[in-house]
């Protein structure tokens, strides 16, 4: 049997544990309240690299695949077999080159699109940080960024950069304010909303204390 002593160590320790389980949860929602659509950066940038290879790979492999059988074909267009066993020579040997051929693009353009889009969350989380806002804006910058590496890195001529520009503001700007609505719908609305909603309700103050006094 336990002494009064023990009793009140065990219970010291008993709420010093649950303080500590309700100041980690607390730290937890406020720091999926201050993430980007409630998802930290690190848990956000798995996601999204994760989603956006698949996303590659699906058509990497479709496009690959597809190619290599039209390929195939050209190249084979000289020599048709004309037996049975021939043509399914023929056809396994197609299935093999499109299958190798659809999991070696997969794997490369979803290597090439996780990295794109590391690339842009990394420069939105840099800007984020830098600014201490996180608003369209940031999300606005990270996409143009993005779409000028993507022109550089492929060589586009100007008039291509240009259209990819455009996309990449386009895209950037529907992302960031479908963000900000999130963020604005949490409790936690960009500087920006807080800065016209600031200017409307002084506003509304100002024609309220002018209709007071008699001077409207």
Same mark, same amino acid.
């Given at each position: 049997?336990?002494?009064?002593?023990? /009793?009140?160590?065990q219970e010291a320790d008993r709420q010093e544990k649950? #303080? /500590?389980?309700?100041? /980690?949860?607390?730290?937890i929602k406020e720091?999926? $309240?201050?993430? /980007? $659509?409630?998802?930290?950066?690190p848990m956000r940038l798995m996601l999204a690299t994760s989603l956006s290879f698949l996303a590659g790979a699906g058509l990497g492999i479709s496009y690959g695949a597809q190619s290599a059988g039209f390929r195939f074909r050209a190249e084979n267009a000289h020599r048709l077999p004309n037996s049975s066993t021939g043509w399914y020579l023929y056809h396994k040997s197609k299935n093999y080159h499109m299958a190798?051929?659809?999991?070696?693009?997969? $794997? #490369?353009m979803g290597t090439?699109?996780?990295?794109?889009?590391?690339?842009? $969350?990394?420069?939105?989380?840099m800007f984020d940080r830098y600014r201490g806002n996180r608003d369209c804006f940031n999300t606005i910058i990270a996409s143009l960024s993005v779409a000028g590496g993507f022109s550089l890195w492929n060589r586009f001529p100007i008039t291509t950069a240009a259209?990819?520009? #455009?996309?990449?503001?386009?895209?950037g700007l529907a992302y960031g304010l479908v963000q900000d609505a999130l963020s604005t719908a949490k409790g936690r609305p960009p500087a920006y909303v807080d800065l016209v909603l600031g200017r409307s309700r002084r506003e509304n103050e100002r024609m309220e204390q002018l209709d007071q006094s008699g001077v409207v």
């Open positions: 049997m336990s002494t009064p002593v023990e /009793r009140e160590i649950e #303080k /500590r389980a309700q100041w /980690r949860e607390e730290q720091l999926r $309240l201050n993430s /980007r $659509l409630s998802f930290p950066y190798f051929a659809g999991i070696r693009e997969g $794997l #490369k090439k699109i996780s990295v794109w889009t590391a690339g842009f $969350l990394s420069i939105e989380e259209r990819t520009a #455009k996309t990449g503001l386009a895209v």
